[in-house]
């Protein structure tokens, strides 16, 4: 296997699904022997988590003119000096800067990844800068062949998710004092508009007047959105059966309290999320929408909802509640999709994108 010098880059400053699978594939490749570095801008959150694993980070401001024309300069000399056989760019604004970078550097491969479900305007950042694209999920590498990528140029790279042993115990309950016939419902997601917290409160709400022992537990963070639930929820009156946990660093622990996973998202490039929850052994409610279905298998390890259909998410949530076995069966199918079949590990991530890569690089070559 030939070591390869691989750059990364990424322009957004939050921590969320993208971030993450950064952060997971540049710690898998260097597992497998290759150098690895990133440039990101100074005040992200990825800067400090990869400086944390003891990575090489560069930083440059990406933003505006000046800053772009500082980065192009600042990256061009990185990929130079450091002699990087592949630069992998992430967003539109770092693919346009150190794309550009890469080329006048002359970076033998280019490779842009594509995150997002939502659509595509331009090709500049997928058929122009970079050489190829790998996107996470299916659905958005079909997107992009219909937009004019060749579909030589595009592959499917699914997130690696974290497949740690579940907790035996889970501190939720105790933290939330709760009692043991209390059903738990849990969301973990970024607080931004497309992931559809508030209809999913929306779909609980009639479950929790029914019941006295229903409960929505809500883990992630993102201002306004945050703030706004708060009020959502407090003008409901709420606030005893919808718990705002925040962010949170020890999510498998969260995820062991749960009874089931919920998450009504708006849009979604994959959802590793599903992918987490359904490999802690949890029945998962989703929206049918872009990746989503990927993640899981409908009916098997789990329940889809059209989009916008409130009555239709309340319901699968509810025939999950009443249905204990079925919850114990479809977590059960969950956790040999998700764990056994070994999709979305690591190692799954790590030999596609290697082979993506050498595939890629040799073609460069002819």
């Known amino acids: 296997m030939t070591r390869l010098r691989i750059l990364h880059s990424e322009a957004a400053t939050s921590f969320g699904g993208q971030e993450q699978y950064i952060y997971r594939m540049m710690l898998a490749m260097r597992e497998r022997g290759h150098h690895l570095e990133a ?9 400090e988590r990869l400086r944390e694993q003891g990575f090489t980070v560069h930083t440059t401001l990406m933003d505006g003119p000046v800053n772009f024309v500082k980065g192009v300069a600042t990256i061009r000399r990185v990929l130079r000096n450091g002699r990087f056989d592949v630069l992998n760019t992430h967003s539109r604004r770092d693919t346009i800067v150190a794309g550009c970078a890469g080329r006048l550097a002359g970076t033998p491969l280019i490779v842009r990844t594509r995150h997002l479900a939502k659509r595509v305007g331009s090709l500049l950042s997928y058929t122009i800068i970079p050489h190829r694209v790998t996107t996470a999920s299916d659905f958005v590498r079909s997107h992009l062949i219909e937009r004019g990528v060749k579909p030589g140029h595009v592959a499917t790279v699914y997130p690696a998710v974290e497949l740690g042993e579940p907790p035996a115990t889970s501190t939720l309950r105790q933290e939330l004092r709760l009692a043991r016939n209390d059903v738990v419902i849990g969301c973990v997601a970024v607080m931004r508009p497309q992931k559809g917290h508030k209809d999913l409160i929306d779909a609980v709400e009639p479950l929790i007047r029914e019941r006295p022992n229903i409960h929505l537990v809500l883990v992630g963070g993102g201002s306004p959105i945050f703030e706004q639930l708060q009020d959502y929820i407090a003008g409901k009156n709420l606030e005893k059966r919808v718990h705002l946990m925040g962010v949170r660093r020890d999510v498998p622990n969260l995820l062991a309290g749960f009874d089931l996973f919920a998450l009504a998202t708006r849009q979604e490039a994959s959802g590793t999320v599903f992918v987490e929850a359904g490999a802690a052994g949890l029945p998962v409610v989703g929206t049918n929408v872009d990746g989503v279905p990927e993640m899981m298998q409908a009916g098997v390890s789990g329940l889809l909802v059209p989009l916008d259909d409130q009555a239709a998410l309340t319901e699968a949530i509810r025939r999950l509640i009443d249905d204990p076995d079925l919850r114990r069966s479809m977590g059960q199918a969950g956790l040999d999709f998700c764990r056994t079949q070994g999709r979305f590990g ?16 040799a073609e460069r070559k002819q």
């Open 346 to 361: 690591p190692e799954a991530m790590v030999q596609r994108i290697e082979s993506c890569y050498t595939r890629w690089l």
């Open 39 to 47: 440039v990101c801008q100074p005040h992200a959150v990825l800067t």
